[in-house]
């Protein structure tokens, strides 16, 4: 049985701080319900589910093909969708010669993007976020219309086609 602490038995920024975790819990299961909820009524599935310190990321994909990533932090105010496109080293110089056209693509649709050289490779993500409190049905659907629009621009800037016989689009290409 929990038993209830007196308020004067915690100093008062730990009191605020033990209540603003739990009201954030809550927020976060609530905003990582809805964004199940709203992919799956898109067609979107949900799939490699991952939370862990405040935070939760998944995979989605429809029967397109089209694969992506979104992320929701306990901290954050909104919702964030990634992709990644994977390249080799020696793509660097051809990358390079077409950053201003990524800059430009992300721009008109109100995205941005990650360039991050690895040991084996550099991938380049694009993101693209809604806030949660214009969260809904119409609105996440076209935000994904955008930025998989936005993504087969990149896709076809850079010449990478696709395997996926079904779709335009998949993640990891």
Do not use: W
């Not at 105010?77 to 010669?97: K, N, P």
């Not at 991938?123 to 806030?131: E, H, Q």
């Amino acid at each position: 049985m929990l038993h209830p602490c007196p308020v004067s038995a915690l100093s008062e920024p730990v009191f605020c701080h033990i209540l603003k975790g739990m009201k954030q819990s809550k927020i976060m299961r609530e905003r990582i319900r809805r964004v199940k909820i709203l992919f799956a009524e898109l067609g979107y599935e949900v799939v490699d589910p991952e939370e862990r310190d405040g935070a939760f990321t998944a995979g989605f994909q429809n029967e397109t093909g089209f694969q992506a990533g979104f992320y929701i932090d306990e901290e954050s105010r909104f919702l964030e969708l990634a992709f990644s496109f994977t390249f080799s080293h020696s793509l660097s110089g051809f990358l390079r010669s077409k950053m201003e056209d990524v800059l430009r693509l992300c721009y008109e649709y109100g995205s941005y993007f990650n360039l991050q050289k690895l040991k084996k490779e550099t991938t380049l993500t694009i993101f693209t976020k809604i806030y949660f409190i214009g969260l809904n049905y119409y609105a996440l659907k076209e935000t994904l219309r955008d930025f998989q629009e936005n993504v087969g621009a990149l896709r076809e800037l850079v010449e990478i086609k696709s395997e996926n016989k079904k779709g335009d689009a998949h993640g990891d290409s």
